[in-house]
């Protein structure tokens, strides 16, 4: 079987083939524009999408050496997204999978996160077996949730303000940073130390809320923003820039050991002893490693995307569309009158 996925809900234009379940191509279209205004413009990011998409998808097609004719479904994001960014790339694949008399699967951006740390690149990798529990981490999503083997998810913890990802972006940004400021934090906090500064930690033992933090798998970043701000105000712009990589790795420190300990603390709980990270956030080397080190004290297998797979990409797309069919989950196809034809109900809102 032959899968087209293609993403476009935020500021990735992406397309991607899945031949016999894994990824024969995978090209990703970041746009550039977004950088001199500090965040993702939507109705720029909708333009840079209807000008890319049809380069993006036949550079897709070109390296997987497929002609459109021989592609059996296309997948497409549905949301949750920029809904104009979303829609780019939903009509096209619309309007390719009536032209080719195809089925189209809309496809969750968030669940496709969520099982990105199973995307094959070769037929002996493994695929997700059981249940387990999954953090992401994105741009705009930090959430907990216990995944079931037949595809159906609790969600355990959320962000009660700021994503994980925005909490990088946005002190990154105090710090005089480029947006996206995560992957900048990551370099510099390799050459930084951690233990330079205490940010606070929300909702977690050993926080000023600790007394709540039991059972409590919400996040919360939003005080971190503040503290980073009231830091920079009193400490001025020559401290920081001198201590850039020490301040760097200590917001770090406060983003990861949270993430940590809740994620940890949830499987514990729950008794699963399996772990997926998966979203932008994922590609953090600090998040990756202390994760790592957490989970080989639990005992608790972990799972991470490759790099590649982390930040927005459609294989993660044709790939979703491909488990679900494998798992007996069935398109509903109709051209006429469903701009949402749907595997089932979005679990995920
Ligand atoms: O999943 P993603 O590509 O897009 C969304 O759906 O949001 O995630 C983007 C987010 C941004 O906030 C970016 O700063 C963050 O992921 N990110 C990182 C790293 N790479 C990307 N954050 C920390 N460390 C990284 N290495
Ligand atoms: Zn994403």
């Known amino acids: 079987m032959t899968i087209l996925g293609i993403e476009t809900s935020c500021d990735e234009t992406s397309a991607a083939v899945l031949r016999n379940a894994t990824v024969a191509s995978n090209i990703i279209s970041s746009q550039l524009i977004h950088t001199n205004y500090g965040g993702v413009v939507p109705e720029l990011a909708s333009r840079e999408h209807e000008r890319t998409i049809v380069t993006v998808v036949d550079a897709a097609l070109k390296e997987a050496c497929i002609a459109k004719d021989e592609i059996d479904i296309v997948a497409a994001t549905a949301g949750p997204g920029l809904i104009g960014a979303v829609m780019v790339g939903l009509c096209f694949a619309q309007g390719l999978a009536w032209s080719l008399r195809k089925p189209l699967?809309?496809?969750?951006?968030?669940?496709?996160?969520?099982?990105?740390a199973f995307i094959r690149e070769s037929a002996d990798q493994e695929t997700p077996a059981g249940g387990f529990i999954s953090l992401t981490v994105s741009g705009g999503h930090t959430m907990l949730c216990a995944v079931q083997e037949n595809l159906t998810y609790d969600v355990i913890g959320r962000t009660i303000d700021d994503a994980a990802g925005e909490a990088?972006?946005?002190?990154?940004?105090?710090?005089?940073l480029d947006y996206p400021a995560g992957p900048l934090i990551d370099r510099l906090a390799s050459e930084g130390d951690p233990g330079f500064h205490r940010f606070p930690r929300a909702l977690t033992a050993g926080s000023q809320t600790s007394k709540n933090y039991r059972g409590n798998f919400d996040f919360s970043f939003s005080g971190l923003k503040t503290s980073v701000l009231r830091y920079i105000e009193t400490h001025g712009e020559n401290f920081v820039k001198r201590h850039?990589?020490?301040?760097?790795?200590?917001?770090?420190?406060a983003i990861v050991d949270v993430l940590v300990q809740k994620t940890v603390s949830a499987a514990e709980s729950l008794e699963m002893d399996t772990i997926s990270v998966a979203g932008g956030v994922s590609a953090n080397s600090g998040l990756r490693k202390k994760m790592a080190e957490a989970c080989e004290r639990s005992g608790i297998r972990l799972h991470v995307p490759k790099a590649v797979y982390s930040t927005d990409n459609a294989a993660m797309i044709a790939s979703l569309a491909e488990l679900k069919l494998d798992r007996g989950f069935t398109p509903e196809t109709r051209y006429d009158n469903a701009p949402y034809a749907s595997f089932t109900k979005p679990s995920i809102t």
């Open 168 to 176: 990088f972006d946005k002190t990154g940004k105090m710090l005089g």
């Open 244 to 253: 850039l990589a020490d301040i760097a790795a200590s917001i770090q420190a």
């Open 105 to 116: 699967v809309p496809v969750n951006h968030i669940e496709a996160h969520i099982f990105s």
